[in-house]
Structures are given as C-alpha cells and as structure tokens.
C-alpha cells in the first residue's frame, strides 16, 4: 500500500524568517533536510510527502520549492503569500504555474487578530486561491473554529483542509471538559455544514509530555466520525512531533488510532485522501 505523509517541514533555522521558533529550543532550533528524515521514510514504508510552510515570506516558499525540485518524495509543497498586500497576487499566479506548489498556508494562528480572516482587504487572497485551483491549509486554534465555518461558507468551492485537528488542548481536556465540548461542536459543524478535510495530525503536541494512546482517542475518533475517512489524512508534522514523539512512534500510534476502519479506509487515511484533496499525481 501506498502511503503519504501529507504534513511534515523542512527547514534551516539560520536563514532567519522562522520567527516563531525558540532559538534555544534543542528538538526546534536546528536545521532539518531531506537527508534527516529519508531513513524514518524508508522505516515507515511512506513514498511521499506534503512539505508545508514554516515561515512567513515568500523567500521560504521559494527554498521549499527548490528542496521539492531536488527530492523525488516531496510530492507539493503548501506555501506563504502575504494576504495583506493584493498586489502578491502576481506573485501567487507565478508560484501555482510551478508543478510542485499545491496551496498556501497563512499562518493564522500566530495572528493577533482572531477575525484577520475576515477582514475586507484579504479576501482577495482567499478568491485567488479558488481561481487558480490551490488549496488552503487551515492553521488554527479552536478560537478560530466559528471563522473558518464562515470562510468555508462563504467560499465553497475552496479547497480547505484543517491542520492538526484545529489544536484541540488535549493536555487540558480531562481539567477543562468545556473546551473540549467547544472544540468537538465546532469540528462537527466543519465536517457536516462544509466540504473540509482534515489532517490527523499534530496531536501529540498537544497532549502532555506523558501522553498515552487513550488521551488521543477521542480526538482522533470524533474526526474520523464526523469527517470520514475520506475526508481525513495523516501527517506526521515532523520534526515537531519530535517535541513528544519520534516519527515512527506518532506513525505506529495514528495506526492503532484507524485500526478499527476497514483495509480500503486505512488506505486512504495514509495516502488516498491526501492525493485525492492535493491532486497529486500517480
């Protein structure tokens, strides 16, 4: 079978745009490139990726496309244009001509502003996704859950995938059972009321450093009722994962995670999905 990892980053700290990274972070703050996570590949039996945007600037954009160039398993890249300025647009038109680019990504969780996606003077940006046939990663807290439900509405031809489950803190979820309650009817109502994916990713993160298996089950068990399997994929998010969890351990989890779906619905957890939303190529 075949499989796709349909999250995971590759980037060099010293080229200075990762603004969000902890520059004495031990698991972050280093360089990562095909070479590091090619045996974890080969380990997992995964023949592609989806390489996504870490940074804000067209510049990273560009450097992941030139690693995709050069890498045989990067499938498409996921990259960056600055919403706020509609002149970009050129800059997008060029970017989707390349074989390789598959969507953008604003980083809308590092945003101040809860309701930016909302805003008058970005939209064109969220059009230009639909023109053009891209696709849009949805980078989020469930604070955004209700925003991105109207984005969806309002644009339903876009193709929109939900990263990371939207964050849910599943390390609060036994203190706080409301937000969960919060995070569970907003995901719902993405799943039912929009044609949204999601990526089962990213869970590990946000679990506590002494995670189990059963703190990610009701996670990943409500996205795949609500979503189908069809709707859902699985991406590693490396080396984040690292935070919690290597490459293979989150791989072997998310199978026990699907393990009660059929042959035919794995499959498509761990590859079909992600080709079929991406468009990628046989």
């Known amino acids: 079978m075949m499989r796709i990892d349909a999250h995971q980053h590759y980037w060099q700290p010293r080229r200075g745009d990762y603004d969000w990274m902890p520059a004495d ?13 090619a045996p974890h590949l080969a380990a997992a039996g995964v023949e592609k990726t989806v390489l996504v945007q870490a940074a804000a600037t067209i510049n990273e954009t560009e450097y992941l496309l030139g690693i995709a160039d050069a890498t045989d398993s990067v499938a498409g ?33 590092d945003i101040p502003d809860p309701d930016w ?13 639909c023109d053009l046939g891209l696709s849009l ?3 989020g807290y469930p604070l955004h859950l209700a925003n991105f439900l109207t984005l969806a509405r309002r644009y339903p031809g ?17 203190a706080l059972p409301g937000a969960f309650a919060h995070w569970a009817e907003g995901m719902a109502r993405l799943a039912g009321e929009t044609g949204a994916f999601c990526k089962l990713s990213g869970l590990v993160t946000e679990a506590g450093e ?10 990943a068990g409500h996205v795949l009722s609500h979503f189908g399997p069809q709707r859902v994929m699985w991406g590693s998010d490396w080396p984040v994962c690292r935070l919690r969890a290597s490459y ?25 999905t992600a080709a079929a939303f991406y468009r990628l190529a046989p």
């Open 25 to 37: 972070d031990a698991v972050l703050a280093r360089a990562y490139a095909p070479g590091d996570l």
């Open 77 to 109: 890249v996921v990259g960056w244009v600055d919403f706020e300025r509609p002149e970009q647009i050129a800059q997008l038109r060029r970017l989707a001509a390349h074989p390789k680019f598959l969507g953008v990504r604003p980083m809308i969780q």
């Open 117 to 129: 996606m909302l805003r008058d003077d970005v939209q064109w940006g969220f059009r230009a996704v």
């Open 137 to 139: 990663d949805a980078l």
């Open 158 to 174: 876009m193709r929109m995938v939900i990263d990371h489950c939207m964050k849910p803190r599943i390390r609060d979820h036994a």
């Open 210 to 219: 002494d995670w189990t298996i059963d703190d990610l089950r009701p996670v």
């Open 248 to 272: 293979r351990g989150w791989f072997e989890t998310a199978q026990h995670l699907v393990a009660g779906l059929g042959a035919r619905d794995r499959a498509r957890v761990f590859a079909g």
